[in-house]
């Protein structure tokens, strides 16, 4: 699926299921709850924590949290994240082209 057609689709989702966007601080609130779900899962999985009785292993749908709250705030905000992160990658390329590879601490 392309970004575009994402984009997209969680907008449909929206205004058929969710009759409006929560506004852009109730979302902003949300992705960082998820974001904190996400990084539990992770602390679990690759870090020293164990999970907890009835906790899962569900990094694919944390992610996707993530990634649904944020395309929702790129809908909502007007931001083709298509064109955001091809102006991105240009970005880190022209700052960090020779960075990573001269930096001995990840060699």
Request: hydrophobic content about 40%.
């Amino acid at each position: 699926m392309e970004i575009k057609e994402l984009q997209e689709k969680v907008d449909h989702w929206i205004q058929t299921y969710g009759v409006r966007y929560f506004n852009e601080l109730t979302n902003m609130a949300i992705l960082t709850e998820e974001v904190g779900e996400l990084a539990r899962v992770i602390a679990r999985k690759y870090g020293e924590q164990s999970f907890k009785a009835g906790e899962k292993d569900n990094l694919a749908d944390e992610m996707a949290d993530v990634l649904w709250v944020l395309v929702c705030l790129a809908n909502q905000t007007g931001v083709d994240l298509t064109l955001a992160i091809e102006n991105n990658i240009e970005k880190k390329t022209a700052r960090d082209s020779k960075r990573h590879k001269n930096n001995l601490k990840i060699q």
